[in-house]
């Protein structure tokens, strides 16, 4: 059974949520007129609603156009495919400037989750070199025989680390 916690030692968690919330409330409430319309637009295109409307129509048009001796647009139905084709044509303009506007949300929260990564790592390099001089200055005796340690106690060198890892990467794809 777990032990209830007091409101202090949820604080951190919390004080984080409501960060995050309100980067996502900013992030939804800067948006332009035009990527609140964009957005409203691919919502109502991926909507089940949206594909029953469309069957109906097509059934509707395709039937009307069938069964009816003056029909407006026979077979192969030639104005329900312009106007498909526009309709198709439309609304992949409006998904991709959807996706443009979330790719750049994502590459914005990639920069801020990097910013955070490195301001941690530099944080923690700082603390483990403090902890090794505080060892040393008490007396506490302190092998640095594992290279690993040796290693962790330097500043990491972010480029260096990003040309090996695009080294690698290249490797796999290949």
């Known amino acids: 059974m777990r032990k209830a916690r007091s409101k202090g030692a949820d604080r951190p968690a919390a004080k984080n949520i409501e960060a995050i919330a309100t980067l996502e409330r ?11 319309i964009t957005d409203g637009i691919t919502a109502m295109a991926g909507s089940f609603t949206f594909i029953v409307v469309h069957a109906v129509w097509f059934f509707t048009w395709i039937t009307a156009n069938l069964l009816r001796k003056s029909s ?13 084709s526009l309709e198709a044509i439309f609304l992949t303009g409006f998904v991709l400037m959807t996706q443009n506007r979330m790719t750049r949300q ?13 301001l941690a790592e ?28 040796k290693e962790l106690l330097k500043d990491t060198d972010i480029h260096q680390i990003s040309v090996a890892l695009d080294r690698n990467l290249v490797k796999t794809e290949a």
């Open 106 to 118: 994502a590459d914005k929260r990639a920069h801020l989750d990097l910013q955070v990564n490195l």
């Open 72 to 84: 407006f647009d026979p077979y192969p139905f030639s104005l329900l495919t312009l106007a498909v």
């Open 122 to 149: 530099q944080e923690l390099t700082a603390m483990l070199q403090m902890l090794y001089a505080l060892c040393r200055r008490s007396g506490v005796a302190v092998t640095l025989r594992d290279g690993q340690i």
């Open 26 to 36: 900013e992030a939804v409430h800067d948006r332009s007129r035009l990527d609140r």
